[in-house]
Nanobody, 127 residues
Framework: QVQLVESGGGSVQAGGSLRLSCAVSRYTYSSACMGWFRQAPGKEREGVAITYTGGSSTVNADSVEGRFTISQDNAKNTLWLQMNSLKPEDTAMYYC????????????????????WGQGTQVTVSS
């Protein structure tokens, strides 16, 4: 079955950086919507950064714009999330997700559009 495995989470002080990785297997990676989501305790899971693997378009949440960068290596079926200038409010469990594109090869940032999920990796930012 499809597998998504995240790694790279950890604890860091505010202002620091982390790079998350997601290894994808058994999925048509070359034309899919791939995204990073996060969920803090007591909050809904929210889209952080989304990309369409068949092109170069990306979408970032306003809260991470200019600080987080999503990237991919199609040959390696790997997705990354570079997180810079981390803030305590970035503390959450981060998930990698995959799903089919919508009409026109567009990708939604809503979790309901994503079928496959990884197990998550914890990111903790201290002040």
């Amino acid at each position: 079955q499809v597998q998504l495995v995240e790694s790279g989470g950890g604890s860091v002080q505010a202002g620091g950086s982390l790079r998350l990785s997601c290894a994808v297997s058994r999925y048509t990676y070359s034309s899919a919507c791939m995204g990073w989501f996060r969920q803090a305790p007591g909050k809904e899971r929210e889209g952080v950064a989304i990309t369409y693997t068949g092109g170069s378009s990306t979408v970032n949440a306003d809260s991470v714009e200019g600080r987080f960068t999503i990237s991919q290596d199609n040959a390696k079926n790997t997705l990354w999330l570079q997180m810079n200038s981390l803030k305590p409010e970035d503390t959450a469990m981060y998930y990698c997700a995959a799903g089919p594109p919508s009409a026109g090869d567009t990708c939604s940032s809503h979790r309901s559009r994503y079928i496959y999920w990884g197990q998550g990796t914890q990111v903790t930012v201290s002040s």
